[in-house]
């Protein structure tokens, strides 16, 4: 069973400085890696999606990568502002499954003024 | 304005009783999803159907059941079956791997 994890589960960092989130996923038989904001209450919103036979995918500021032989995924935040604070959700698509995720718990990012 | 609707936003279930969420989207996708949130907790998948008249089960449907008579419409029922169903849901579609959310109904026991 494909089981996703997050690290770390928060953080709290001064405006401007870069961090990365972490993901890693147990079953490198995926289809692809896809990264989500959720801000408290709210529906997901779609960031990034990396392909399984990608490397990374860049929009905007961020920057995600994918490393399926160590079943890792990285999230690159550059210059955060206070805008980015919210939930950061890893999910990875499993065969079969018409197109379902298996998500991390995600990590919650507070970005300080 | 393309999107996907649910309805209520907040919900409040009777001990016993049936409730049903509604999803509806306009997007023309094929492929709808129902997810369940707990605090602190990923979404972990109730049920999805990839066409009209069509669902499977996903890794947590018991007390739950759904129908997909239309291709915009995906409803959720939470039975007296699920003994714990206070949580956020979720419903997405798709056409291929990119999903779309909607903004979740919170459902809470009385």
């Known amino acids: 069973k494909q089981e996703v994890t997050q690290i770390p589960a928060a953080l709290s960092v001064p405006e401007g400085e870069n961090l990365v989130l972490n993901c890693s996923f147990t079953?490198?038989?995926?289809?692809?890696l896809q990264w989500f904001r959720q801000d408290p209450g709210k529906g997901l919103t779609s960031l990034l999606l990396?392909?399984?036979?990608?490397r990374e995918q860049t929009s905007g500021r961020l920057n995600a990568s994918l490393d399926k032989s160590s079943g890792r995924s990285t999230l690159y935040i550059a210059a955060s502002q206070p805008g980015d604070s919210a939930t950061y959700l890893c999910?990875?698509?499993?065969?079969?499954?018409?197109?379902?995720?298996?998500f991390g718990k995600g990590t919650s990012l507070l970005v300080t003024p | 304005d393309g999107g996907i609707t649910q309805s209520p936003k907040y919900l409040f279930r009777k001990e016993g009783q049936n409730v049903t969420l509604s999803c509806e989207q306009n997007?023309?996708?094929?492929?709808m999803y129902w997810y369940r949130q707990d605090p602190g907790q990923g979404l972990r998948l109730i049920y999805y159907?990839?066409?009209?008249?069509?669902?499977q089960k996903g890794d947590i449907a018991e007390g739950y059941s759904v129908s997909r008579e239309k291709k915009e419409s995906f409803p959720l029922t939470v039975t007296s079956a699920q003994k714990n169903p206070t949580a956020f849901y979720l419903c997405?579609?798709?056409?291929?791997?990119?999903?779309?959310f909607g903004s979740g109904t919170q459902l809470s026991v009385l």
């Open positions: 997405a579609s798709s056409i291929s791997e990119k999903l779309f």
């Open positions: 079953d490198s038989a995926i289809y692809n």
């Open positions: 990396i392909q399984s036979s990608q």
């Open positions: 999910a990875v698509m499993r065969p079969n499954s018409g197109y379902a995720l298996n």
């Open positions: 997007l023309n996708h094929d492929a």
């Open positions: 159907s990839q066409i009209v008249n069509d669902f």
